[in-house]
């Protein structure tokens, strides 16, 4: 190809592009004198996507030495030629890259494309333009406001994909630059397209854009496709993210390439049976995310993907991981091997030294020999697997913040977490752990300890001398009492000890300045003491599944309260104390004894959500019109219809608005949401 003086030499491309060079009248390329040729890469068309915007390019024009032009797109790009500057204006995400030439233009493999609009600027001469609607006519001529004529020839006709532009032989061009605008179909054609052949509704596919409005993720949950992914949604090569579960596809296309700036591919819970090779091709990938399929294996291409920083490859019977494939994701950060049926601990994996995040849940691994290699290791969750013990080597992980190891049947807790002085959290539930040891209190870093799900009949005193203690969760254990030394965590925001037998609850509760959730569900507590009300730090408490009778009327000096739940217990009355609940959003106390609720909830500003269901309830509380900040009301005695219309006026929901499903869910939500 030759521009002024330079012979750009043969051009071919991934998809079959061949740009040639410039044919002298015998038909072979011009030869001038010393000239060097000036090798490009190699253009792929197939993943060339952009909005009309304008690409332009200024060079001698070429027109004089032939009556043809050639132009082409990909990469941007800025290089210097013979004292002649070829640029492009870039502008978000765009792929594009003009060519000169003195043959014809070929696009093969591209067929997305539809070319609307071209522009062509003359420095002498003005500007023309043509518009169509998709594809223009074959020899259709413009003319210019200084009379210059301009042709557009489609070689085959209804192929936008290859075209010839004719120059007038009047035309002196020898130094005239010229431009061009080339705008080619936008990424929501090609979306939309894909969704309507995956038989996909536009109306269950989140589309993000960037500040140009140019899409950079496609987010799909809990569809059902009509086949594979579509090959479309894979050339829009702005996407940075792509989301694609519970959709049922049983592949993915080999034909990756254009989606060249993708870094986050997300195909959880699928039917893939297996991962193509070309997935490689995704060079900028950072994210991978393949768990919940049917993946009995994982390509050796993977290990290309050398930018990798996150793998979830969980849930698949994959039973080994492939040793190069870690070995090579140099920067890998975060490995989720869960429920793999993996039965070791793979050697790759206690070499890898990128390593911060390693999930090997649900596996059958009894030994995690070679695992105090991992030094840079710091969170590591071991659950459900039959370990015969955690190694000593542990007290080599040094930066090991988080320990999960829930479901091990580990009846005791190793001394060796003695030594690992960063650890902050402890998840050891569901051990059949009977009896903590003393050294317990010697673990002062630990902010967050899970004992939940054992057998434990009570805690060591030693217990409060855990002075970082944040979060306690003793729940499903058969404890009668909680020890007083609990009052010792002043750090303490949240304490959980439902299911527990618990008949009374500690006084030294009151010390614990920072306490805000408060959870005592399904124990056997009968009366709340009148100490409740200076638990002033609290912010939800649940009293749900006890033997209640009566609320003191302390529980109004829980200024902070936002939550209260007391369902399922044996309550006559509410106290007017909770009209002083000036933060209080939500109260449930569905399933008690209630014949009426206290008007002074009307004082309650922040009050949105009530649930009085299966009381004794008289009458309907016609007060509740009058309580501010309401916008659902769960009661299951009938309203007058003056009373309905004007809480629906105001927009509040009431039980017969809300399907019965959704009231089963709202009930379940009460006993188990953290708000």
Known sequence: ???????????????????????????????????????????????????????????????????????????????????????TSTKANMDMMPFLSAAR?????????????????????????????????????????????????????????????????????????????????????????????MGVADANVVTERDGDGIPTKVIMRSLRVNGPLHEDLLRVSSLVELTIIMCGITELPTRMSGLRELRKLNVAQNNLRSIPDEINSLHALTHLNVSGNNLQRLPESLEDLTRITYLNVGDNPLRTLPPRVIQNMLRLHTLNASSIEMRYLPISVTQSESLRELNLSGNRIHDLRGIGRMTQLRELDVSINPLDELPAEMSDLVSLESLIASGTALAELPEVLQSMRALRTLIWSGNEVRELPQWIGELTNITELDISMNQLFELPREIGNMRSLRVLNVDLNDLSRLPATLGQLRNLERLSANETGLHRLPIELTQCASLAILHINNNRIDELPQWIGQLTSVTELDLSSNQLRALPDEIGNLHSLRVLKVDLNELSELPASLGHLQNLERLSAFNNLLRSLPIELTQCQSLEYINVMHNDLEDFPAFVTDIPALKQFMCDVQAAPEITQRLRARGVELMDDIPAMDQDQDFQALDDDDL
Request: proline share 10%.
């Open 1 to 87: 190809m030759w521009v002024g003086r330079r012979h750009l030499g043969h051009v071919s491309g991934g998809c079959g592009c061949a740009i040639r060079g410039g044919a002298g009248e015998d038909g072979q390329p011009e030869k001038k004198g010393a000239e060097e040729p000036i090798d490009l890469e190699p253009i792929d068309l197939r993943g060339m996507v952009a909005p009309p915007v304008e690409h332009s390019l200024v060079v001698p024009n070429p027109f004089a030495r032939s009556g043809r032009m050639l132009f082409a797109m990909n990469t941007p790009f800025r290089r210097k030629l013979g004292g002649t500057m070829l640029r």
């Open 105 to 197: 233009a070929y696009q093969d493999d591209y067929r997305s494309m539809r070319p609307r609009k071209f522009q062509a600027r003359i420095s002498r001469g003005g500007v023309f333009t043509m518009v169509s609607g998709s594809t223009p006519p074959a020899g259709t001529v413009f003319t210019d406001n200084a009379g210059i004529r301009f042709t557009v020839d489609f070689v085959t006709p209804g192929r936008p994909d290859r075209f010839e532009v004719t120059e007038p032989p009047t035309m002196d061009t020898e130094t005239a630059p010229i431009e061009f605008k080339i705008p080619t179909q936008k990424p929501d054609q090609l979306i939309a397209s894909a969704m309507q052949a």
